[in-house]
């Protein structure tokens, strides 16, 4: 039976860490719902880790959909979340309906969009017309322009102040999950505690509700730097469903990430 969001959300209400990996193919799909993931996420970090490309702008919709129907037919019970791209949701709430009823047609169980307070009134449309949002903020790749590279947020009191409007503001619209991504692990902590919604960190400490990584980082094969925020867990496991199956155990433990994981 596939999870849905009243059982993500009782699985939160228990105090359980929830896992979530990004996952954009039938194969992985299976591999990483068998090891124990409740959420996969089709991000549009697809761009960069299957397209080649150096950021997530140039995705499209129709290749979103694409990757959405393939994960959808591996996928038996995970949630599976999908990556609204750029240009799609920073758009007219209708229009931003009409994109995100795409990917829910393809498959995905609810959409993700970047962007806190500014996209409250697409997030309440969106809601209020049955379509589940999971609100992104903290590092907003699609936004690496005007913010100047992929850089840690929410460092000084204004900025962090302006996060935790932002998730409030998310989930006063309706949005029934919340992404964190580079931000300092207090303030992590800080909006987790002031939020009735699951936070789920990549790269905002311990102290989320739960956790995401890229797969491609998590298995270290992305070449190049990688952020703070990644453990390479093929290191010391013999498949990749071994590799998946720690990082579901260390998520659940609270032992990952560790100090050296956050900012
Ligand atoms: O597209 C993506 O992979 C993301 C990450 C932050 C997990 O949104």
Redesign the pocket.
Known sequence: MTMNLSQIRSLYEKGEKLTTL?CYDATFAQVLEQAGVEIL?V???LGMVLQGHNS?LPVTLDQMAYHVECVARGAKQAFIVA?MPFGTSQVNPEKTFENAARLMAAGAHMV?LEGGEVMADTIAFLTQRGIPVFA?IGLT?QSVNQLGGYRVQGKDNKAAQQLLRDAHAVEQAGAGML?L?AIPATLGAEITANVNIPTIG?GAGKDCSGQ?L?LHDMLDIYPGKKPRFVKNFMAGSASIAEAVGKYVKEVKAGSFPAAEHCF
């Open positions: 990004t996420l991000g549009d970090s997530t990556d993700k992104h790749p992404l991504e990549i995401v890229v």
